[in-house]
C-alpha cells in the first residue's frame, strides 16, 4: 500500500544552523507531497506541497524538492530560528481524499 | 477564512463508557476527517466522508463509529473507551487535497 517514511523521530539543533528532515514514500501513483508543520498545543498547519518533479518549492524559509526518481520530498531550511521548534509531518495524497501521514519528526531548536 | 471548531476540547471517560466527539467547519468544505494522534505514532485516519451521509473507513476504525449529519458537522463515537487510553483527535477538513484541521479534542480514560 501507500505509504510515508520519516526516519528521524527527533532532531535537535543549535539556532542558526541549517537542518534537513528527511521524507520518502511509496506509491505506485502520482503522487502529491505535502509538510505539515504542529507547533505544541496547536493544529498542524499546511507549510509546503508539491506535485511538481524536480522543482523546489519554499514557503517562511523552508523548502523541498519533489523528486520521483528516489520517491523522497526532504525538508530543508539554511538557519533554523527558536520559533521552528515543532513537530514536522510529511504526507501523502493521490489526488483522491484519502491522506497518508508519516510517523514526525519532532525539531527541538536550542539558544 | 474559516474556523473548525471542535468539542468538547478534554474529555475524560470511564473504561467502556461510549464518548462522542464533535467537529464542526465553516470552510464548507466537502470533505471532512478524523485522525487519531498518539506520541510517536503520527497520524492515523479513523474515519472519512466525502459528503453529507457518505462514511469512508480508515486504518483505525475499528472501535470507532462516525455520523455527517450535515456538510458542516462531523462526529465520532468511541463505542467503549479503554482503560488507561490517552490520544488526541484531530479533526480536518479539505479541498483540492490541502487539509485544514482544528485543534483537537485531548481523550483521557480513567
Known amino acids: 500500500g501507500d505509504s510515508v517514511t520519516q526516519t528521524e523521530g527527533l532532531v535537535t539543533l543549535t539556532k542558526g544552523l541549517p537542518v534537513m528532515l528527511n521524507c520518502t514514500y511509496q506509491?505506485?501513483?502520482?503522487?502529491?507531497l505535502f509538510w505539515y508543520v504542529q507547533h505544541l498545543n496547536e493544529a498542524p498547519k499546511l507549510l509546503l506541497k508539491?506535485?511538481?518533479?524536480?522543482k523546489r518549492t519554499e514557503h517562511q524559509g523552508f523548502y523541498a524538492t519533489l523528486h520521483k526518481s528516489s520517491s523522497s520530498f526532504h525538508l530543508q531550511k539554511s538557519s533554523v530560528q527558536l520559533s521552528d521548534s515543532a513537530l514536522y509531518f510529511c504526507?501523502?495524497?493521490?489526488?483522491?481524499?484519502?491522506?497518508?501521514f508519516g510517523t514526525g519528526t519532532r525539531l527541538q531548536v536550542s539558544p | 477564512g474559516g474556523i473548525i471548531t471542535q468539542t468538547p476540547k478534554f474529555l475524560i471517560g470511564q473504561e467502556g463508557q461510549k464518548l462522542t466527539l464533535k467537529c464542526q467547519q465553516n470552510?464548507?468544505?466537502?470533505?471532512m476527517y478524523w485522525y487519531r494522534q498518539d506520541s510517536g505514532k503520527g497520524l492515523r485516519l479513523i474515519y472519512y466522508?466525502?459528503?453529507?451521509?457518505?462514511?469512508q473507513k480508515g486504518d483505525l476504525s475499528e472501535g470507532y463509529d462516525a455520523s455527517r449529519e450535515k456538510k458542516s458537522s462531523f462526529s465520532l463515537t468511541v463505542t467503549s473507551a479503554q482503560k488507561n487510553e490517552m490520544a488526541v483527535f484531530l479533526c480536518?477538513?479539505?479541498?483540492?487535497?490541502?487539509?485544514?484541521f482544528g485543534p483537537g479534542t485531548r481523550l483521557t480514560v480513567l
Open positions: 470552510f464548507n468544505h466537502d470533505t
Open positions: 508539491s506535485s511538481t518533479d524536480n
Open positions: 504526507a501523502l495524497s493521490l489526488n483522491t481524499d484519502k491522506v497518508v
Open positions: 466522508s466525502i459528503t453529507e451521509n457518505d462514511l
Open positions: 480536518a477538513s479539505s479541498i483540492r487535497v490541502e487539509q485544514y
Open positions: 506509491t505506485t501513483y502520482s503522487p502529491f
